[in-house]
């Protein structure tokens, strides 16, 4: 099984709908990163969680970390177009700073 | 955040032969990390690159396949040796930003091995 688990795999939503994303780790958490990536591209960095119930915000994009739960969720406010792609998290379970895993990604469309 | 500038974007190459791919970042950074991401799946971690020492290889991954350099703190490279068509993948490098925020990717290099 995967170290890090995201779910759902795919989305399809109707513009305007929110919509949610969660990962689980199978370990401790010492540090959570949420990316975006387009098809075959590279990553754009989103955000970084550490503490639990620590909470951030990246225009209409929220994610939390509930440290307990070993979990992230990442929340997209009033979908657009502009954010279809794969949303990868990624995760310090070793604390050794910058050897990240990382989940297979969620396929995010967005449907006009 | 740092800027990475990653080369080349792309390349097919043909079975047997040595790819490599250039990082440069506009910061000194200490330590620089190497990923693979191969078709439809997520990102491995390869390799880190320290500044004046080897690499430190992740278990699946050894030097005489992916020999890395680290001349300096803003440069590395990173070559696919004696190339097969299992090495089309994607590989990216990725730092810490300065501010200690979060790691940058470069944009990735797409190989194809035919």
């Known amino acids: 099984s995967q170290e890090l688990e995201q779910s759902p795999q795919s989305l399809i939503v109707q513009e305007g709908k929110n919509l949610t994303i969660n990962c689980t780790s199978s370990?401790?958490?010492?540090?959570l990163y949420w990316y975006k990536q387009k098809y075959g591209e590279g990553l754009i960095f989103l955000m970084m969680?550490?503490?639990?119930?620590e909470e951030k915000s990246h225009e209409k994009i929220t994610a939390k970390l509930d440290e307990k739960k070993q979990q992230s969720s990442l929340h997209i406010t009033a979908s657009q177009p502009s954010h279809a792609g794969i949303y990868l998290c990624?995760?310090?379970?070793?604390?050794?700073?910058?050897?990240?895993?990382f989940g297979q990604g969620t396929e995010l469309s967005v449907k006009p | 955040s740092a800027v990475i500038s990653q080369k080349p974007s792309r390349d097919i190459c043909q079975r047997g032969t040595s790819l490599t791919i250039q990082c440069q970042v506009d910061?000194?950074?200490?330590?620089m990390f190497w990923y693979r991401q191969q078709p439809g799946q997520s990102l491995t971690l390869i390799a880190t690159a320290n500044q004046g020492s080897e690499a430190t290889y992740e278990s699946g991954f050894v030097i005489d396949k992916f020999p890395i350099s680290r001349p300096n703190l803003t440069f590395s490279t990173l070559t696919v040796s004696n190339m097969s068509p299992e090495d089309s993948s994607i590989y990216l490098c990725?730092?810490?930003?300065?501010?200690?925020?979060?790691?940058?990717f470069g944009s990735g290099t797409r190989l194809t091995v035919v």
């Open positions: 990624g995760a310090d379970t070793n604390n050794q700073g910058g050897k990240l895993i």
């Open positions: 969680l550490q503490k639990g119930g």
């Open positions: 370990k401790t958490l010492y540090g």
């Open positions: 910061s000194q950074v200490t330590m």
């Open positions: 990725s730092v810490e930003n300065p501010t200690g925020y979060g790691y940058t």
